[in-house]
């Protein structure tokens, strides 16, 4: 079965300090994509990035970075100096590369992130 | 302009009515995607359509009804509503099916049963 997990239910931080977010999926197949998004107070859900399973390069973009690992199944985001309009809510989500799974994005629950003036 | 939206935003009703939702893309989008998600922010597919066929039906009761009369607009038709349907729906679309392609959302409906 397939399943992302996201362990950390909420985080709070205070502005400037580095914060990690965990993501650890399970699935068999060889080929899949991962992705992160933000739902921010206001509700929309906002892409980050997405990684495919071949390829394991950290990606950096501004203060977000990204660390693929495939051997522990981890797909893990940190942000760097953190400010309060990162205050949201961070999903991690893994899509399969099968034509009957239609696109389908597999959510883990979601880390809700509040960082402090 | 929005490039996936949804109305209403918020949606108020009693136990039992009928309700709709619209989405429409301005994307050129092949694919697009109702999600629900629940009071614990847990979001799961309820459906996909790809140029106005359906594609995934997410063992999804029958009361809910999805509609693409093209494949711009995908529509969620609610009927006998019951509490548990209580949720915040977004629609999405996508380039195609392919699982790399990103999945853009719409603002969400917040949906109430009373």
């Known amino acids: 079965a397939q399943k992302v997990t996201q362990a950390q239910t909420e985080i709070s931080v205070v502005e400037k300090e580095d914060v990690t977010l965990d993501c650890v999926y399970e699935?068999?197949?060889?080929?899949?994509?991962l992705f992160w998004y933000k739902q921010p107070p206001s509700g929309e859900l906002v892409f980050l990035i997405r990684r495919n399973s071949f390829d394991e390069q950290n990606e950096i973009s501004g203060r977000y970075s990204w660390n693929f690992q495939k051997s522990t199944s981890s797909f893990n985001f940190t942000i760097t100096a953190s400010q309060v309009v990162d205050s949201a809510v961070y999903f991690c989500?893994?899509?399969?590369?099968?034509?009957?799974?239609?696109?389908?994005?597999?959510f883990g629950q979601g880390t809700e992130l509040s960082v402090k003036p | 302009d929005t490039a996936v939206s949804q109305t209403p935003k918020y949606l108020v009703t009693q136990m039992g009515n009928d309700k709709s939702i619209k989405c429409e893309q301005n994307?050129?989008?092949?694919?697009m995607y109702w999600y629900k998600q629940d009071s614990k922010k847990f979001l799961k597919i309820m459906f996909s359509?790809?140029?106005?066929?359906?594609?995934i039906n997410e063992t999804v009761p029958n009361r809910f009804s999805p509609k693409s009369p093209d494949k711009a607009h995908l529509n969620l038709h609610i009927n006998s509503l019951e509490l548990g349907d209580s949720a915040v729906y977004f629609c999405?679309?996508?380039?195609?099916?392919?699982?790399?392609?990103?999945?853009?959302f719409g603002a969400g409906t917040r949906l109430s049963v009373l």
């Open positions: 994307l050129g989008h092949d694919t």
């Open positions: 359509y790809n140029n106005k066929e359906l594609i």
């Open positions: 989500a893994l899509s399969r590369a099968l034509y009957n799974q239609g696109g389908k994005l597999i």
């Open positions: 999405a679309s996508s380039q195609g099916l392919l699982a790399k392609n990103i999945q853009y």
């Open positions: 699935t068999r197949d060889t080929t899949y994509y």
